[in-house]
Nanobody, 123 residues
Framework: QLHVVESGGGLVQTGMSLVLSCKLS????????VGWFRQAPGLEREAVSC???????DVPDSMRGRFTISRDDSKNTVYLQMNSLELEDTATYYC?????????????????WGQGTHLTVSS
């Protein structure tokens, strides 16, 4: 069983930076690709970024430039660095893992999900 736990959300002001963490534990976590998704109030969940086992990443065009995903296999943790935060970044951020070496930006590809961490960006 793979467990996924997000942390790092909170209340920040526009323009600030924040790092979210995704801690994974369980069997053979190192062979899992990981993705970050978010869901804003009243909207559908959308992909933010993902990272494959080899460290290659994928980012939707709409997210390109401000968000950076990385992984530290020694800590079983994936990070999401978010810069120049905007009001529209307010959402619950979810981390998900899939037993695949290559990551995808489609949530249907992911079997293991965390409970989410909430980020509020205020002006």
């Amino acid at each position: 069983q793979l467990h996924v736990v997000e942390s790092g959300g909170g209340l920040v002001q526009t323009g600030m930076s924040l790092v979210l963490s995704c801690k994974l534990s369980g069997l053979s976590w190192g062979v899992y690709a990981v993705g970050w998704f978010r869901q804003a109030p009243g909207l559908e969940r959308e992909a933010v970024s993902c990272i494959s086992v080899d460290g290659s990443t994928d980012v939707p065009d709409s997210m390109r430039g401000r968000f950076t995903i990385s992984r530290d296999d020694s800590k079983n943790t994936v990070y999401l660095q978010m810069n120049s935060l905007e009001l529209e970044d307010t959402a619950t951020y979810y981390c998900a893992a899939t037993r695949s070496r290559l990551c995808r930006l489609w949530e249907s590809e992911y079997e293991h999900w965390g409970q989410g961490t909430h980020l509020t960006v205020s002006s």
